[in-house]
């Protein structure tokens, strides 16, 4: 596929003014999640049926012609695996993507087991991609030419994968349960981690201690001071398991860090006494100083709500096999969760559900009722 290098704010508006005529056209980004402590988008690839667009964000500072494609609800926005993309066009442009198709979801209502970009294509249309360039660091510059074929060979094929997924979407009588799926998909916004406490977003903290989460705060507050300070990634810094073993042995010493094993002596040389006054610090707190991770109240355990439960799992399962559909897809646990706790007795009342699309209730509605013993 022709592609053209976009630069400059003139040349993004007149490739944006023209991309307005177009009904549907592909987009990727790709970042440097792996390489920066401060994600960005680093490089916005958009096709149409015939040509591609690289377009360098760092040489861009009006991206408002871009935007308004993003936002035109006349032109169908292709993308593969889309949250990433949508997070990260919110978190740098604050913008929302109108008429998405996302070729990922998609494959899900066509029960397409292998969904990856690579397998799609290979099973489309017999074309093998080198993910080779993945992981790049694509903040580089000059790009070279295998990452910019890459690039581009993310997107050619977009609009003709949509097209041949519409219609198979058409044919199984599933285009409108796609289409509630992305809007919902377009709606999802950057999240910041960085928020204080940061144990809030730490996976295992609620399972711990009162003073090991006092100790892992103080590391994670040291972890995140490092990566700002040398543009890292949190986890090229020290990883969660380093951290959450520190926390619940509570090394006060350089040699006890080692013992454990808890971080290499290359990371003792860099951070350890940093890591150890921030444990001896937790260690000294007063009781009433504590942090507490906040506990949710778990409803008591309903012996009909759990019978409900293994009813719909068991429905779930078969019926996904001639829905020819993931089970998690068509019906994930905490949705069955929320429809037992409720147990509405018609398909009006499960829609009342926030969790409950109306492409389920379409498509299985009245197995969930007769499930739950109302038909």
Request: charged share 30%; hydrophobic share 40%; net charge positive.
């Amino acid at each position: 596929m022709n592609y053209k290098f976009i630069e400059s704010d003139i040349e993004l508006k007149n490739v944006c003014d023209a991309l307005l005529s177009e009904k549907i056209i592909g987009v990727d980004l790709e970042a440097d999640s792996m390489y920066c402590f401060k994600e960005k988008i680093c490089l916005i690839q958009i096709a149409t049926a015939t040509e591609a667009f690289l377009v360098d964000p760092f040489k861009i500072k009006d991206f408002s012609p871009f935007i308004t494609v993003l936002e035109n609800k006349d032109v169908m926005k292709v993308f593969h695996g889309s949250d990433f993309d949508i997070r990260s066009l919110d978190r740098d442009y604050q913008t929302r993507v109108n008429n998405l198709f996302d070729t990922e979801i998609a494959s899900r209502f066509l029960g397409i087991k292998e969904r990856g970009l690579a397998a799609l294509l290979n099973r489309n249309f017999n074309v093998d991609t080198d993910k080779k360039y993945q992981k790049a660091d694509w903040s580089k510059r000059p790009i070279n030419q295998g990452m910019i074929e890459y690039s581009v060979g993310d997107v050619a094929y977009l609009v003709a994968l949509q097209d041949i997924i519409h219609q198979n979407l058409v044919a199984k009588g599933r285009l409108s349960w796609a289409k509630e799926e992305f809007e919902i998909q377009a709606q999802v916004r950057y999240e910041n981690n960085h928020l204080l406490p940061l144990f809030m977003k730490f996976k295992g903290a609620g399972k711990i201690d009162n003073r090991s989460l006092a100790v892992l705060e103080n590391l994670l507050q040291v972890r995140l001071k490092i990566a700002q300070k040398k543009d890292q990634p949190l986890f090229k810094i020290m990883s969660n398991a380093s951290l959450i073993t520190m926390a619940c042995e509570k090394p006060v010493t350089i040699d006890q860090m080692l013992k454990i094993r808890a971080i290499s002596s290359r990371q003792t040389d860099m951070y350890g006494k940093l890591c150890a006054e921030a444990i001896v610090k937790a260690v000294n707190l007063d009781n009433k100083e504590l942090p507490s991770y906040p506990k949710t109240r778990r409803p008591r355990k309903d012996a009909r709500v759990q019978e409900r439960i293994e009813r719909l799992k068991k429905m779930r399962e078969k019926l996904s096999q001639s829905v020819g559909m993931e089970p998690g897809f068509l019906l994930n646990n905490a949705v069955i969760g929320a429809i037992a706790a409720k147990n509405p007795e018609t398909s009006e009342d499960l829609l009342k559900i926030e969790q409950v699309r109306h492409w389920q209730v379409e498509a299985i509605g009245e197995n969930i009722i007769s499930t739950l013993g109302y038909r």
